[in-house]
């Protein structure tokens, strides 16, 4: 296959957009002259704008066109999708119906999930050739399983288990130790967070700085209350993408619900510990030091229970345990 210029549809969210990042070094091993550009919401596009990999950033901001109903917003939006180059091929890594529609507007030669594994089976009738990957799979085993089709890599787990990072390099930021670890305390629901209080328990069975890691008012005060009742723990200051990249990337340990943040840490290959409660294993790839510690739910990734707070019952010793066991010292 002949490629000299493609597209990757990734609109969000920051975590998916994390994890999608593995397949860019593959494409590059064996299309090494290839041009890749990257279509994303504006507000992830720091995460990739310098990526030694990807050749052009492109935005769009339909969160915020859909919230204020801005029909000449949509219409812009479109106009600058057309004008965009005319790429050797479009891949939807998302498989929703709204960024099948960007990837189609873009052009007409997409390559996604198919009905059966898409996550809007809609998705795939804008699509000129289909993949068909269980929904079941990992995030990072669907992302490269979908590459591998579409291009023809042949990525193998020894080549994901021995990836370089996936995202740029950052120096350390200023108000660093030496050695720290870092905790994500905040997601995108409730029922995925750690309670504070068993945050803070954490934190004080370390030995170590431990940042915490906040994004809102309500996680800052948080952040706050777990600062308050240890010792060893430190709020950040408020972090952009680049900051928080930068935190993450030097970090001993990353421990943090399922969310964004705490999935950088394999994405640069930083040992961490996830929690989950109505969310598991399949949003992460475990390897000897990136590990999931999980409530008692049996979770059903087709039909996620948003009301499962079953995080909370996570015994913060064993959280507190097995972080020393990756700590090392």
């Known amino acids: ?181 870092v905790f994500v305390i905040g997601a995108s629901w409730a029922s995925k967070i750690y309670p504070k209080e068993k945050v803070a328990e954490v934190c004080n069975s370390l030995t170590c700085k431990t940042y915490i890691v906040w994004g809102s008012e309500q996680e800052k005060a948080d952040a706050e209350f777990v600062a308050q009742h240890s010792e060893n723990a430190q709020l950040t200051p408020k972090l952009d993408l680049k900051e928080l990249c930068a935190l993450i990337s030097h970090a001993s340990l990353v421990i943090g619900n399922d969310t964004g943040p705490t999935h950088m840490a394999w994405a640069y290959n930083v040992p961490s510990i996830t929690l989950f409660g109505p969310t598991n294993e399949r949003m992460i790839y475990p390897t000897t030091t990136n590990v999931a510690i999980h409530s008692d739910s049996k979770v059903d990734i087709s039909h996620i229970d948003k009301n499962d707070f079953s995080i909370k019952d996570i015994d913060p010793i064993a959280v507190a345990n097995k972080a020393k066991e990756l700590l090392k010292w």
Request: glycine share 2%.
């Open 1 to 181: 296959m002949k490629l000299n210029h493609i597209a990757l549809v990734r609109l969000s969210a920051l975590g998916d957009i994390v994890n999608a990042t593995i397949v860019l070094q593959f494409i590059r091993q064996k299309y090494p002259n290839i041009k890749i550009d990257w279509i994303c919401e504006e507000v992830f596009a720091p995460l990739l704008t310098e990526h030694p990999f990807i050749h052009q950033v492109h935005t769009i901001n339909l969160k915020k066109l859909k919230k204020e109903k801005n029909f000449s917003g949509v219409v812009q939006t479109v106009k600058r999708l057309r004008a965009l180059p005319k790429y050797d091929l479009i891949i939807d890594m998302q498989g929703l119906l709204k960024s099948a529609v960007v990837s189609r507007i873009i052009g007409k030669n997409i390559h996604g999930y198919d009905k059966d594994s898409a996550r809007e089976s809609l998705a795939s009738l804008f699509y000129a050739s289909t993949s068909n990957i269980p929904y079941e799979l990992s995030v990072i085993k669907r992302n490269v399983a979908l590459i591998n089709d579409a291009l023809d890599l042949q990525i193998s787990d020894e080549m994901i288990d021995t990836k370089e990072p996936t995202l740029p390099a950052y120096e350390r930021p200023f108000f660093t130790q030496e050695r720290y670890a």
